[in-house]
């Protein structure tokens, strides 16, 4: 009886404990993380860092001063060196920390390595970056932070510059469109893409830009964004009329910028301009983002004269993405697939798409049109999204480098709400009023229902 009680009084405790530290790690991963994962991975980095890097075959033999020292003075053998390793640095989502690489070692050496420090120091995942020659970051991440993703505070973006999604290292992606000034996202239905878009145009509403929309499906995705876009098409006919608005807005622009260039001799070098942002503030014009959603709609054609409507859109279109940066146009394209096989004009316009976000495609050719061409690694990632997942993502760029991506869920009607409390930021452009959308008009409240008589009894 004695014995029964002593381990009810022990094991108790230790049971509810441990099971309170499953519940938690399962339920509240980030809550888990800095509780108990954090100090047992950092008790576990610091106990065991020489030998993990030594049986990670990042070490170097020692210098010989090194040798003569550690023999005269302490008598003992003599080990190899690992990369000298600097203050750890907790943050919410896991830990940091930089490691100065021995004379020999190369970035891509500790980058291959990341998998078995992952499982050395129990954490979800080791994430690799160079600060400068000779110096790498290790990003430690205790949890998956892509199951439920919430957005690091204090990162606002900038001007043209969007806090859209959660990359699998805990930092934000940014949708810069000063570095990349055009994107292609692509996505099959219910991926996700959508969340996306509302993300980029209610981060863009509170900004003083000029937002532009093509939507073929009768206006059902941008629509509900109306009171803050500049103009908008919701079907090819009207896409074919706003495309050489567009044009002509930019054909304007570029004779500002050519008025401003070095005409007269005496003109400082600073003066002279290639794009819009050279301009002085008060002669600089608004920027303009255009957005396509399921652009597969301009390309596809039932007559002879829509084909000849739809290669004169293609030919705007790929003349604002290959001019339009200069002149502060941005393109922000969307669709489900978008191969040779939509027509002529259609990998042109691609090649100059150079953002790409894969949502879950239906086909491992779709996930080839958006990565194939710039990250071929990236295209089994992308191949591999569940649908349980929506909103997950593999983002890629011109220089090779990919990440997965995922963006939180942001409600229509909360969308909407950020375009009708920045209505007043929609700039002054004419060019544009023809296609201004129609204000929607609120619905009369109900007036009151008078109240029924009561009879009065005596």
Request: aromatic share 4%; hydrophobic share 45%; net charge positive.
């Amino acid at each position: 009886m004695v014995d029964a009680m002593t381990l009810m009084e022990v094991g108790g405790p230790v049971a509810a404990t441990v099971g309170g530290a499953a519940y938690l790690r399962a339920s509240h991963p980030a809550a888990y993380w800095s509780t108990i994962g954090l100090p047992v991975s950092t008790v576990r980095l610091l106990g065991s860092y020489g030998s993990v890097m030594d049986s990670c075959g990042l070490t170097v033999p020692p210098s010989r001063l090194r040798v003569w020292a550690t023999r005269a003075l302490t008598h003992r053998e003599v080990r190899p060196v690992p990369p000298r390793r600097g203050m750890i640095r907790p943050t919410s989502t896991g830990l940091r920390l930089r490691l100065r690489l021995a004379p020999g070692q190369e970035p891509a050496d500790v980058a291959a390595s990341a998998e078995r420090l992952r499982h050395a120091w129990g954490v979800h995942a080791v994430h690799v970056s160079v600060v400068k020659p000779g110096v790498v970051e290790l990003r430690l991440v205790g949890y998956d932070v892509l199951r439920k993703v919430r957005m690091p505070r204090g990162d606002g973006g900038g001007f043209l510059r969007v806090p859209v999604a959660l990359r699998e290292d805990a930092t934000p992606f940014v949708r810069d469109y000063r570095t990349v000034p055009h994107q292609l996202t692509l996505g099959a239905t219910l991926s996700g893409k959508s969340m996306f878009l509302r993300h980029l145009i209610a981060g863009l509403a509170r900004q003083p830009v000029a937002l532009v929309g093509i939507d073929c499906k009768r206006g059902v995705e941008l629509a509900p964004f109306a009171p803050r876009l500049s103009a908008l098409a919701t079907d090819p006919t009207q896409a074919a009329a706003l495309l050489p608005a567009l044009i002509g807005l930019m054909e304007e622009r570029y004779d500002l910028i050519k008025a401003r260039q070095g005409i007269a001799l005496d003109t400082p070098n600073e003066e002279i301009t290639s794009d819009i942002w050279g301009l002085p503030d008060d002669e600089r014009p608004v920027p303009v983002v255009l957005f396509v959603d399921e652009v597969a709609e301009l390309f596809l054609v039932a007559t002879r004269k829509d084909e000849e409507r739809r290669d004169e859109m293609v030919t705007q279109l790929i003349r604002l993405a290959q001019l339009g940066r200069a002149a502060g146009i941005y393109l922000e394209v969307c669709g489900q697939r978008f191969g040779a096989e939509l027509g002529k004009g259609a990998t042109m316009l691609r090649a100059q798409l150079s953002g790409r976000v894969c949502h879950r495609v239906n086909d491992e050719a779709s996930a080839k049109m958006a990565l194939g061409d710039i990250a071929p690694e990236a295209v089994g990632a992308a191949c591999a999204i569940a649908p349980e997942l929506p909103g997950l993502a593999v983002a890629g760029d011109t220089s090779g480098g990919w990440s997965r991506i995922r963006t939180p869920y942001l409600s229509l009607g909360d969308a909407a709400a950020v375009c009708r409390e920045y209505v007043h930021l929609v700039p002054d452009l004419p060019a544009l009023d023809p296609f201004r959308p129609a204000m929607p008009a609120r619905a009369a409240s109900a007036p009151e229902a008078s109240p029924k008589s009561v009879p009065v009894l005596d």
